[in-house]
């Protein structure tokens, strides 16, 4: 049977989604295998935080000197963006930031998996990262089931971080770590070009969130709305927005609720003068991106 090419939601530029259920990814990006790159020597590999639902993620090492003693690195945990309906981190664009970073900190980097709407409906994505990250935290006595984090990981110096829908993600995983009082010890939030909903309902959001008005009064999607803020799992967060990313008013708002908010933590701002949305993914080299990357690096390597 043919298939439909009548359109049943239109979402561009990110999915269409056609009468037959067919869904049309129209932003898609290749996927790299695990590698050892040439350049910094960082390594990655695939691990299966989830087998049942099999979710993959990706863990980058920094290049390793046997011959210094052995050191303890910071992790970093990150989740990559897309809409709650594109990305992967497996993919080149996830490869290209995350190894240069994992290089210059040192660091080693997780980037986890979820599984994407509208397939799998919001809040699917939350759950599989808040999954993903227990996970992790079961390695916080050294015997958890992957050694690069028993041996390599120092679990008092955590760092979540997300961009766009994944920034949304990022502070989820962190609201519920300080919640549920995590074993692991987070040392900051990174929220790069955050995506949160507004009081306008988001007309795909409700779409990929049937149970949700797709606004701001639900937690999970803006912290505006979620009586334990003042219990979020650390006590930096980081956010940066491009001037020109229609975005930008979201990320300045959730400055102001957390500022606002009982939490008690310390903000950090920067304003991308000039750039657009998550332009430093697609544009690695430019001086706006080394300056934004500086600043993720101090804020990693601050004690």
């Not at 590698?35 to 390793?64: A, H, M, Y």
């Not at 989820?172 to 955050?194: D, E, F, K, R, T």
């Amino acid at each position: 049977m043919a298939s439909s090419t009548e359109i049943a939601h239109d979402f561009s530029p990110l999915i269409r989604v056609y009468k037959d259920g067919r869904v049309e990814r129209q932003f898609t990006t290749p996927r790299l295998p695990p590698s050892t790159d040439p350049v910094t020597g960082v390594q990655s590999k695939d691990i299966f935080i989830s087998p049942n639902p099999e979710v993959k993620s990706r863990i980058f090492l920094p290049k390793i000197n046997p011959d210094d003693p052995p050191k303890k690195l910071p992790l970093i945990i990150y989740v990559h963006g897309g809409g709650f309906c594109i990305g992967s981190p497996l993919n080149v664009i996830t490869q290209g930031f995350l190894t240069p970073l994992v290089s210059q900190i040192p660091a080693v980097a997780i980037s986890i998996g979820y599984r994407l709407a509208p397939e799998h409906p919001l809040p699917t994505a939350h759950h599989d990262c808040w999954a993903a990250f227990q996970w992790i935290a079961n390695h916080a006595l050294g015997s958890g089931p992957e050694p690069w984090i028993n041996d390599y990981v120092d679990v008092s110096r955590v760092f979540v971080a997300g961009e766009s829908a994944g920034a949304n993600l990022a502070h989820y995983i962190v609201a519920q770590a300080g919640i549920n009082n995590s074993s692991l010890g987070i040392s900051g939030l990174i929220a790069l070009h955050p995506f949160f909903t507004q009081k306008e309902p988001d007309k795909m959001i409700q779409y990929f969130y049937p149970n949700s008005s797709g606004s701001d009064d639900d937690p999970k999607l803006n912290p505006c709305s979620d009586p334990n803020l003042e219990k979020l799992g650390c006590s930096r967060v980081l956010i940066a927005v491009g001037e020109k990313d229609r975005l930008k008013p979201r990320g300045i708002a959730y400055k102001e609720t957390l500022e606002n908010s009982k939490w008690g933590g310390k903000v950090e701002f920067m304003e991308n003068e000039g750039e657009d949305h998550c332009f430093y993914l697609f544009n690695p080299s430019s001086e706006k991106a080394k300056e934004l990357f500086q600043t993720l690096i101090a804020f990693i390597s601050t004690k």
